[in-house]
C-alpha cells in the first residue's frame, strides 16, 4: 500500500490547497515527512495525515496559527488540550455573541427603512392620515430645563450614543423627540420634554444616570404628517395636525412623537430627514 504522497496528493486527499500546505511548511507547523535530495521534491507519510486533521480542526474552531503552532511542536498531553478547548470555547462564545448583536442591529435597521418607506409612500404634502404603529422600546434623555426643541439636542442624542457603545450597540439613525400637544405660538416656543432613539424591543440596559430612562412607546393607532425636516416646515406642518385634531375632536394622550430619518447617508451633502409628527389616539376617551 502506497504511503508516501506529493504535495499536491495530500493536498487533494485532505482538502486543503498546496498553498496551505507550504505554508504550514514555511512556518513550522506540518513538515513534510521526506524531502528527495536530488530534486527537492516533498513527500507527506500516510500516518501524517490524522495530525493534519487536528491542525485543520484547530482552525475550523478559530485557533489562532501561533496557537496551533504551539500546540503542535510542544508535548501537548490530553489534559493541555482540554484546558486550551475550554479556552477557545470562551472565545467562540464571545464571537457568537458579537454575531448575534450584529444582527440585531442589522434586523433594527431594516426595520427602520420598511418604517421610513411606509412614510416616505404617505408624505404627500399637507396630508394628514392614521398610521397603527407597534409597541416601540426607546432609549431617552428627559430635560429637566426649559429648552425650545433643538436646543442641545445632538448633545444629547451623543449621551444616547455613549450609553449605547459602551454597552457594544450603536445608535440607530433613528431621532425622536416628546413634546406637550399644545397650540404653540411659535417653533421657538415648543418646549421638548425628551429626546429619544429605538433600541431593540425587550431591551435591558442598567443605567447610572437619572436622566436617561428607557420607555416604551404604546402600540395603536396613530394620527400623522410627515413633511421634509426645515423649522419652516415643521412648524407649518405641526399647525395642520394640531387643527386637524382640534377640529375633529379626536381624543389623545396629549403628547407629539417626533421621528426624523435620514434620507442620505452623504456628510459632504447639506442635511436631510424624512419627519413625521406622530399624537396617539386614545381609544378609550373615543365616543
Known sequence: MKQLFTVGETARLNNVSVQTLHYYDKIDIFKPHVIDPENGYRYYHLRQFFYLDI?????????????????????????????????????????????QRSQRLLLRRKDQLREQLEICA??????????????????????????????????????????????????????????????????????????FTKVCQGEKLELDEADIQLETIPSGEYVCIAFDWSRDNFYSHYQSLYRYIETNQIPTDGKVYQVSLPINYDSSREEQFLTELRVKINVNSAV
Not at 478547548?85 to 454575531?99: F, R, S
Open 55 to 99: 491542525i485543520k480542526y484547530l482552525k475550523q474552531i478559530q485557533t489562532p496559527l501561533e496557537e496551533i503552532k504551539n500546540i503542535v511542536t510542544t508535548s501537548c498531553t490530553p489534559e493541555v488540550m482540554q484546558t486550551f478547548l475550554g479556552e477557545q470555547e470562551k472565545v467562540i462564545d464571545q464571537e457568537i455573541e458579537k454575531l
Open 122 to 195: 404617505k408624505n404627500e404634502e399637507g396630508a394628514i392620515y392614521n398610521r397603527h404603529i407597534e409597541e416601540q422600546s426607546i432609549l431617552k434623555v428627559v430635560n429637566s430645563c426649559e429648552a425650545d426643541l433643538y436646543d442641545q439636542s445632538d448633545f444629547n442624542f451623543r449621551r444616547l450614543a455613549d450609553v449605547l457603545e459602551e454597552r457594544g450597540e450603536i445608535i440607530d439613525n433613528y431621532f425622536g423627540f416628546i413634546f406637550e400637544l399644545f397650540p404653540y405660538a411659535k417653533f421657538e416656543a415648543i418646549r421638548c420634554s425628551s429626546v
